[in-house]
């Protein structure tokens, strides 16, 4: 898909939204206030008390207009100037009783339209895909960095979705074919079908309510006491975060707590990030293999980091 046809679907999109949620009605929740203004009456209320300026940036607002909107919520007795703190540069704001009761009005109407509009109509399914597509949206476009990492155990249908997501992302990286998704949905699923004895684990990543990365601990099909480590995964909007690093260190800790003696890995030369994470971790090229997989001309490196003697 062109870019021109992207951005016709995300103008779509956007006035399909606005009009789900009431934004192109004349006044917010049927109140004399506009969006603008209902934003700074949020933000405050929030808040308890802030500057101008912290508003305006927060609401990425020219500092003109949050002018203009502080005199008119003034005058309207929605808003108060609070006298000056030891920054003499600004005043902080503060709602006064009315806003207040304004404030509460909002989010209870907000509530509300969420309720019938948005989650109501919706079975239980439906809810739970519009959420996630809305956290995805977020971590897309937004900044995870006050996010905390929490590394988990797999639920229910995620195991399909790491297939669907690994498989698409390298098509669309490396050029991969259908060969690639076919192979790493039966490791997958020789994962889940394997004893708990000798030891394994899965950790999931999760960073902002989604699903940000993967990997997998198994013994080794030739050698009981070498734990092969398998699918690490980082989706592309939650790179940079050192979470690949952080599913390694742990799969290590867990191997050598497991009484293994070394971990073994598999991946391509071309996976160039990967490598450097198995690098940095202690762990050591043993040998090499050229081969033709998955539509493309590969260099498969074998990895491998000594737990014991």
């Not at 999760?206 to 989706?235: C, H, K, N, W």
Request: proline share 5%; aromatic share 8%; charged share 25%.
């Amino acid at each position: 898909m062109s870019v021109s046809a992207d951005i016709v679907e995300v103008r779509a999109f956007n006035r399909f939204y606005t009009r789900v949620i009431g934004l192109l009605e004349e006044g917010m929740h049927k109140s004399p206030y506009g969006l603008a203004e209902a934003g700074v009456i949020y933000e405050l209320g929030k808040r308890g008390h802030a500057s101008a300026a912290v508003i305006a940036d927060t609401l990425d607002m020219d500092r003109g207009q949050m002018s203009r909107l502080t005199l008119k919520l003034v005058d309207q007795g929605v808003v108060a100037v609070l006298p000056r703190t030891t920054d003499k540069r600004s005043s902080p704001l503060a709602l006064t009783p009315e806003g207040d009761a304004v404030y509460r009005r909002f989010n209870e109407m907000s509530d509300a339209a969420i309720a019938s509009g948005l989650l109501e109509p919706l079975d239980e399914f439906g809810r739970r895909d519009l959420l996630d597509a809305m956290r995805r949206i977020q971590s897309l476009l937004g900044e995870p960095d006050d996010e905390p990492l929490v590394l988990r155990p797999h639920r229910v249908g995620e195991l399909g979705w790491l297939v669907h997501r690994r498989g698409l992302l390298y098509h669309l990286e490396q050029g991969w074919n259908g060969e690639f998704e076919a192979l790493i949905a039966r490791i997958y699923s020789e994962y889940e079908a394997a004893p708990v004895t000798p030891p394994k684990s899965l950790w999931v990543a999760e960073m902002a309510g989604q699903v940000a990365g993967s990997l997998f601990i198994v013994p080794s099909a030739t050698d009981p006491a070498t734990a092969q480590l398998r699918m690490l995964y980082v989706e592309p909007a939650f790179r940079g975060y050192g979470i690949g690093k952080r599913l390694v260190e742990e799969a290590i800790r867990f191997s050598r707590a497991s009484g293994y003696s070394s971990i073994l890995l598999w991946t391509q030369d071309c996976l160039t990030a990967a490598r450097k994470i198995y690098r940095a971790a202690g762990f050591t090229l043993e040998r090499e293999e050229p081969h033709h997989s998955f539509g493309a001309d590969l260099n498969g490196q074998y990895w491998r980091l000594q737990l014991k003697p």
